[in-house]
């Protein structure tokens, strides 16, 4: 009877800190700047990407699902590596920066081939991108009010 109480008022409280999650499934291109910094010899960073689909949304992280855990040598979860996102909205294009806090091995008997499931937080994203991002949660498919027009990339 205790050990219910308590398990209910853990649930309570966790939905409060924890921000929701909504399930929305969108394209999602995650990319990673390689380190080319052998010694004295400084070459060009390489853009690495990888795509997949998002699982879950929240306003403070997203879970995505990829074909890999790692592009090349890099890993996308551990040692604070900034991942680069952008993500396919009906409401525009939006990109944001996010850190990998998590992953497991998805094994879904439906799928062809391996996909891990990632769990990231969000670490920087423009205020113009977070608007559209958030206007997604709210309304889902349905935000098609603000078509977020972004320049080219200069990155």
Do not use: C, W
């Not at 590596?81 to 993500?87: A, D, G, I, N």
Request: aromatic share 6%; no cysteine; proline share 3%.
């Amino acid at each position: 009877m205790i050990r219910e109480l308590v398990s209910r008022l853990n649930k309570s409280v966790s939905k409060r800190v924890v921000a929701p999650r909504r399930e929305f499934s969108v394209p999602i291109s995650v990319s990673i700047e390689s380190d080319k910094h052998t010694g004295r010899l400084n070459m060009p960073a390489e853009k690495l990407t990888i795509r997949g689909e998002t699982v879950d949304m929240s306003k403070t992280g997203i879970g995505f699902l990829v074909s890999a855990i790692r592009i090349k040598e890099y890993y996308l979860v551990g040692e604070d590596r900034t991942l680069f996102v952008e993500l396919d909205l009906p409401n525009g294009r939006v990109k944001m920066q996010v850190v990998g806090r998590r992953y497991e091995h998805n094994d879904d008997i439906h799928s062809s081939g391996a996909q891990f499931l990632i769990g990231a937080s969000i670490s920087n994203i423009t205020t113009e991108n977070r608007e559209a991002y958030e206007e997604f949660l709210r309304l889902g498919g349905k935000a098609k009010g603000k078509i977020l027009q972004l320049k080219t990339d200069q990155s």
